[in-house]
T-cell receptor, first 111, second 112 residues
């Protein structure tokens, strides 16, 4: 089996601040994803990457950047955090087109 | 664009009750359909998928049948347990790239 690690578990930032979330997987999966989960809502795709150095925008990419430095890691940057923004950011990986394996999430709070 | 609608936002049952969570989709083409389950403090976990009309997916006593005619993939379980309490998400992949569209989720609470 494998595991997805997300750091940090909790992230508190100030309005306007640039914040970076990190994700590592040891499944050796090609494809990795970043989702945003708001309370009472489904998951919305921010970015995904089908191979190292590839980036594809999801439905919610505005206000975010992503980087796939190597096959096992995928970072997400909130370019300018918005006040009262609170959500859980979930990273996932998969063999392309197959079921996705999710990490435990990073909970973001912006003061 | 593609969308997934889960009718029930919350479902409250007692142990051994029968569960149905309704999922309807709107998509062009022939999407793959999924169910995921999320326990508190964890990321979603894959339950099962179905890729063609009349195909049944199942896992851990849960099941759903792909119905292209009614564009539905309803989740059912004959006898729920307290440990089934979680949030259940229906999702579709219409591109075969893993780009999933999720429903809003259904919170299932099972009382002993």
């Amino acid at each position: 089996g494998g595991i997805i690690t997300q750091t940090p578990k909790f992230l508190i930032g100030q309005e306007g601040q640039k914040l970076t979330l990190k994700c590592q997987q040891n499944f050796n999966h090609d494809t990795m994803y970043w989702y945003r989960q708001d309370s009472g809502k489904g998951l919305r795709l921010i970015y995904y990457s089908i191979t190292e150095n590839d980036l594809q925008k999801g439905d919610l990419s505005e206000g975010y950047d992503a980087s796939r430095e190597k096959k096992s890691s995928f970072s997400l940057t909130v370019t300018s955090a918005q006040k009262n923004e609170m959500a859980v950011f979930l990273c996932a990986s998969s063999i392309t087109g197959e079921e996705q394996y999710f990490g435990p999430g990073t909970r973001l709070t912006v003061l | 664009g593609d969308s997934v609608t889960q009718t029930e936002g919350q479902v409250a049952l007692s142990e051994e009750d029968f569960l149905t969570i309704h999922c309807n989709y709107s998509a062009s083409g022939y999407p793959a359909l999924f169910w995921y389950v999320q326990y508190p403090g964890e990321g979603p976990q894959f339950l099962f998928r179905a890729s063609r009309d009349k195909e049944k997916g199942s896992s851990r006593g849960f099941e759903a049948t792909y119905d292209k005619g009614t564009t539905s993939f309803h989740l059912r379980k004959a006898s729920v347990q307290e440990s089934d309490s979680a949030v259940y998400y229906c999702a579709l992949d219409n591109t075969n790239t893993g780009k999933l569209t999720f429903g809003d989720g259904t919170v299932l609470t099972v009382k002993p």
